[in-house]
């Protein structure tokens, strides 16, 4: 059975850093495109970054370039997301999710809170 | 990037309704589009992909057609299971983008 868990949410200041990790199991991580995704309060659903199988080329939205980074370990079978410089509209549920195109297995989601 | 627009943002309906939803992207899309139902507190769920293939799973109630710009979303008979968002989301190009998403709540 797939299964993705992400961990690392937390309140923090504006301006601030957080890293955001998902452990994947039930599959072969390393043969898999990975990607994250958020949730603003009330809101709709936003693609944030995605990362290929080996690492050599990630994704990003325009307003999380140059401050947010996607990396992997497949040797962990887990997927981060630094998140630096964090600002207030950066308040959401991340949810880590398998696949660049269809994504069909996603986690229970991690919320990310953003306040001074 | 392209944009994704959907209608209605929202809906009321009955059991056994068909309900029908449309998205349009900003430029050509192929059929390059998903479409995600998303019930409250939880992750959504892929129900159809490359515009009109049903998810392994997914009931046959649910379907999707279109290609190029316009894309519809159909439940031929509403059920209480239903009753979420749907959202619309392209993958042609990066950045992946999503419709605003519409309601479908009881009448």
């Known amino acids: 059975e797939v299964q993705l868990v992400e961990s690392g949410g937390d309140l923090v200041q504006p301006g601030g850093s957080l890293r955001l990790s998902c452990t994947a199991s039930g599959f072969t991580f390393s043969n898999y495109w990975m990607s994250w995704f958020r949730q603003a309060p009330g809101k709709g659903l936003e693609w944030v970054a995605n990362?290929?199988?080996?690492?050599?080329?990630?994704h990003y939205v325009d307003s999380v370039k140059g401050r947010f980074t996607i990396s992997r370990d497949n040797a962990k079978n887990s997927l981060h997301l630094q998140l630096n410089s964090l600002r207030v509209e950066d308040t959401a549920i991340y949810y880590c999710?398998?696949?660049?195109?269809?994504?069909?297995?996603w986690g229970q989601g991690i919320l990310v809170i953003v306040s001074s | 990037d392209i944009q994704m627009t959907q209608s209605p943002s929202s809906l009321s309906a009955s059991v056994g309704d068909r309900v029908t939803i449309t998205c349009q992207a900003s430029?050509?899309?192929?059929?390059?589009l998903n479409w995600y139902q998303q019930k409250p507190g939880k992750a959504p769920k892929l129900l159809i992909h490359d515009a009109s293939n049903l998810e392994t799973g997914v009931p046959s109630r649910f379907s999707g057609s279109g290609s190029g710009t316009d894309f519809t979303f159909t439940i031929s008979s509403l059920q209480s299971d239903d009753f979420a968002t749907y959202y619309c989301q392209q993958f042609d190009n990066f950045p992946r983008t999503f419709g605003p998403g519409t309601k479908v709540d009881i009448k």
């Open positions: 990362i290929k199988p080996d690492g050599s080329e990630q």
């Open positions: 430029q050509d899309i192929r059929n390059h």
């Open positions: 999710a398998r696949g660049v195109n269809h994504n069909r297995y």
